[in-house]
């Protein structure tokens, strides 16, 4: 019979009762499987030769701040080795390990074997700690009128230990690199009378001279950008960076200024962000929280190590100036002492065996933390016998050996002579230590085009930052030929050395420039330049090394604080510092010297028309100008290097 509407549905009706699941005809009732997971569980920690605490210490306003502390068993009045970090306190100890010696991260290695009490902490306004952030909130005065910096935090947190662990035996050591160098000086700032001794690694003291926002006005937006997205978008990192583009080169170039990139990623809300765009100049904002013009003013109240490295790709300018400025003090002596090893920003706190192709004479840096470090440590915190250490120990690339001095950053001991020699720049490339002298049809000047929308690459593209690929860690070792030869870089080099050349200090590139534009920058790079051939090691062959290389925006020529345009075709003397080296340039390498104008993306482009604020600068501001680097009797362009000679 012919199929009806009502018997079609009453089909249905009839498949869904009797096909249905069972428990989709039931009305819900609570679960009656117990579930496997206890109320309350208590790991076996019987083998573990530690034990771990974590405690909100409490601060003299009210705010607590998440404190981890990893007690060795059996500790009776050990020392303290405390961190202060807006890393994730958490994550230092982070490993599931039942011996102290694998939980500690690298940098306390020597610490952890010596069963000292560690401690780790969120400082205020990060991960699990309460309170404000601000970015490396400045020592309470002009900058910061609330009563509360780095230095009262420590002192509170120091107090609040030494009362509450009675295994400890009173007696504190601050430790950590950057940003946790910054907090490790603070803390001597003052200190609590438990704070025996510091090691700042790397530390942050001037963002705008030479450490990690800014070198000599010229903004470094790769990596700054991305950390203050990291620091500052929430309390504990939750959002990462992102980018539709493996090569960042090409991610930089799709935008012209950095306020441009800053607005793409939604930076422009961030409260250290607007600090930065709006004081691009080493105004009272900078020069009042620059902690070597600070401390240089204060008592060394405690013992200091000041750990560095040579080839520290974010803050090379801080340890030393920091030094620099501190051993001045007449109770510097046998307070103050500089470590300069062949590192990079991590590398004294980790592996300090090679950087890239570059190799050193053994694990530097665990020799630093066992056979320097740890002693310093020992003599302060449990009376152990006092170290054999000059006030700079200083590693002497080229011949890969560590050197001690009385002074720095002239680094010449008894027995031998220090002078500044100029490396002048000479026609068709040449690099000599005569001094110029007017030569018949020679030209007695460079020119070479900048343009804005093709600058120059800080390593060879692509530049990538994805986890396993990034060579940001190495790129101050990256063999230089990659530029050689472009037209926008102009090379100068010796001919081989016929004996070596020992440089000991801080070199400075004195350029006699000229511009078609009203501003440009300047990059100076120093390079040892290799034999073609190594029969040992084949990929040194012709390799350049930078040796040491900045950057200085020339609108701050005469004054950081004052910017001016430059006047279009005008030869102009350009000042660019380097950092420190401690380098011998061997016989049959050559000494070699580049000049240029963008050093992309790391540092944002000089639109080389003058703007009040180049984080600011228009597509219409940028354009393509002829720099000229002269190298006549009446402008001698030049490095000036501090050479130790041999009595």
């Known amino acids: 019979m012919p199929i009806t509407l009502r018997s079609l549905t009453t089909l249905c009706v009839f498949l869904f009762l009797h096909c249905a699941p069972v428990h989709a005809l039931e009305t819900s009732r609570p679960d009656s499987l117990k579930s496997d997971i206890p109320e309350k569980f208590t790991p076996k920690l019987d083998a573990f030769d530690y034990v771990k605490r974590v405690e909100m210490v409490p601060m003299r306003d009210g705010v607590k701040l998440n404190t981890v502390i990893l007690i060795p068993k059996g500790a009776n009045k050990v020392p303290i080795i405390l961190n202060r970090t807006p890393y994730n306190a958490t994550s230092k100890f982070a490993k599931n390990s039942p011996a102290l010696t694998s939980v500690a991260p690298q940098f ?26 601000v970015m490396t909130r400045p020592q309470v005065g002009p900058l910061n009128d609330s009563g509360l910096d780095h230095a009262t935090d420590a002192y509170d947190t120091i107090d609040w230990l030494v009362k509450n662990l009675p295994e400890s035996n009173g007696r504190v050591a601050m430790m950590g ?19 025996k001794v510091s090691i700042p690694f790397a530390p942050m003291v001037d963002g705008w001279i030479g450490d990690d926002w800014f ?17 500052e978008a929430s309390r504990s990192g939750d959002y990462e960076w992102w980018t539709g583009k493996r090569d960042q080169f090409e991610e ?20 250290f962000w607007k600090a930065l765009a709006s004081h691009p100049s080493y105004d009272s904002y900078w020069s009042d929280q620059a902690l070597d013009k600070f401390f240089a003013t ?22 030393p100036a920091l030094f620099r400025a501190l051993s001045k003090r007449s109770d510097a002596a046998g307070k103050l002492h500089l470590i300069l090893g062949p590192w990079n920003h991590g590398g004294g706190r980790r592996a300090g065996g090679a ?23 020992d003599h302060f915190l449990v009376d152990g016998p006092k170290p054999n250490l000059s006030p700079a120990l200083v590693y002497q690339t080229g011949t890969n050996k560590w050197q001690q001095f009385d002074t720095w950053p002239q680094g010449c001991n008894e027995g031998c002579a220090f002078k500044t020699k100029s490396l002048y720049l000479g026609p068709q490339g040449t690099l000599s230590f005569a001094t110029p002298k007017p030569v018949t049809g020679e030209a007695m000047s460079d020119s070479y085009p900048s343009d804005p929308a093709k600058p120059v690459p800080f390593i060879p593209r692509p530049i990538v930052t994805t986890q396993g690929e990034n060579r940001w860690d190495e790129w101050l070792m990256i063999d230089q030929r990659f530029v050689d030869g472009r037209p926008d870089v102009l090379t100068y080099v010796t001919e081989p050395l016929t004996q070596a050349v020992t440089v000991s200090g801080e070199p400075k590139g004195r350029l006699f420039a000229s511009t078609t534009g009203t501003d440009a920058d300047w990059v100076v790079k120093l390079i040892d330049v290799w034999p073609d051939e190594n029969p040992v090691r084949p990929v040194m062959g012709g390799y350049q090394l930078m040796v040491a290389a900045d950057i200085l925006r020339g609108r701050y020529r005469t004054d950081f604080a004052k910017p001016n345009p430059l006047e279009p075709n005008k030869v102009l003397e350009f000042n660019v510092r380097l950092p ?11 000494i070699m010297v580049q000049i240029q104008s963008s050093w992309f993306p790391l540092y944002d482009r000089n639109p080389q028309t003058y703007v009040q604020n180049i984080m600011f600068a228009q597509p ?9 680097i002269h190298h006549s009797v009446a402008a001698p362009s030049a490095i000036d290097l501090p050479i130790v000679l041999k009595p």
């Open 580 to 590: 420190h080296v401690n380098h011998v340039f061997k016989p049959g390498h050559k």
């Open 252 to 271: 930089y170039s799709s935008v012209w200024s950095a306020s441009d990139m800053a607005k793409r990623k939604g930076i422009e809300s961030l409260g």
């Open 620 to 628: 219409a501001d940028y354009r393509k100008q002829t720099h000229t």
């Open 108 to 133: 306390m290695d020597t610490v952890a074997q010596a069963r000292y009490i560690l401690v780790s902490q969120d400082i205020r306004g990060k991960y699990k700690s309460e309170g404000n952030y």
């Open 355 to 377: 950087i890239g192709p570059i190799q050193f004479d053994g694990d530097t840096a665990v020799w630093f933390r066992n056979q320097v470090m740890q002693p310093f440590l």
């Open 177 to 195: 690199g950057s940003y946790e160098g910054f907090t490790s000086l603070m803390a001597t700032l003052n200190p609590h009378p438990a704070l």
């Open 215 to 231: 070198h000599n006005g010229a903004f470094r937006q790769t990596g700054t950008l991305e950390y203050i997205y990291g620091q």
């Open 298 to 319: 204060q008592p060394i109240k405690v013992p200091m190590m000041i750990v560095a490295g040579l080839f520290d790709q974010e803050d090379s300018y801080g340890g």
